[in-house]
């Protein structure tokens, strides 16, 4: 189970994005990356096609290593622990306060 997840928002904790917070779009769990909305952006050439018969350049966000990301709680970075209740279903709780994120 990952700490971060789809809709979540974060923070990115360090790289060239450092201080940035986005809502997370996508999380590739076999390759630890996820895509946050606004950050790590690249421009991409696109051929003209029949569906695009201009083509042009497009931005697009890339991924990001999960250990470069933390996860914002009522506008604070928190870190993030696992819980387990009483039909041992896990959840994420805030290591600090003990509070459920989800």
Do not use: C, W
């Amino acid at each position: 189970m990952n700490k971060i997840k789809k809709e979540d928002t974060v923070m990115v904790i360090s790289g060239s994005y450092k201080g940035e917070t986005g809502r997370v779009i996508k999380v590739l769990t076999s390759k630890n990356r996820a895509i946050v909305e606004g950050v790590n952006k690249a421009k991409k050439h696109i051929r003209p096609t029949q569906d695009n018969p201009q083509g042009g350049i497009v931005e697009k966000e890339l991924s990001i290593h999960l250990s470069n990301l933390g996860l914002m709680n009522k506008g604070k970075l928190v870190k993030v622990g696992f819980g387990v209740d009483k039909n041992r279903k896990r959840f994420r709780i805030n290591k600090k306060n003990g509070n459920k994120i989800d």
